[in-house]
């Protein structure tokens, strides 16, 4: 299923509150709730280009393509598949006390 996937562009963007980011920027509370919340069936094309200004992408960093019901994949929608981004903390509970060490010594 095909998707865009804007809480991943605002987790990259440092951005805390999606929606009423949308609001500031010019999107109606409509169309910003549709976007935040996942529930819409199209996006017009002037709010494409709206977003892929604001968060300087291009649609392909937007959209994301994930598996539904064991579908078969489509090759060129897999692409649109993106890692999910870790939160901070899961980082470090995650890593190993000598993978902690060894970042540190990075810096």
């Known amino acids: 299923m095909l998707f865009l996937n804007l809480?991943?562009?605002?987790?990259?963007k440092k951005i805390p509150n999606l929606q009423k980011f949308l609001l500031k920027n010019g999107f109606s509370p409509n169309v910003a709730h549709r976007i935040?919340?996942?529930?819409y069936s199209h996006i017009k094309f002037e709010n494409l280009?709206?977003?892929?200004?604001?968060?300087?992408?291009?649609?392909?960093d937007l959209?994301?393509?994930e598996i539904v019901n064991n579908e078969p994949g489509n090759p060129a929608?897999?692409?649109l598949?993106?890692?999910r981004i870790k939160r901070k903390d899961e980082i470090f509970t995650t890593r190993s006390i000598e993978e902690l060490a060894?970042?540190?010594?990075?810096?």
């Open 7 to 12: 809480q991943r562009m605002a987790e990259l």
């Open 36 to 39: 935040n919340n996942r529930s």
């Open 49 to 60: 280009e709206k977003l892929c200004l604001l968060f300087d992408c291009t649609p392909n």
């Open 63 to 65: 959209f994301e393509w």
């Open 77 to 79: 929608l897999k692409r």
């Open 81 to 83: 598949t993106h890692k």
């Open 102 to 107: 060894s970042l540190h010594k990075k810096k």
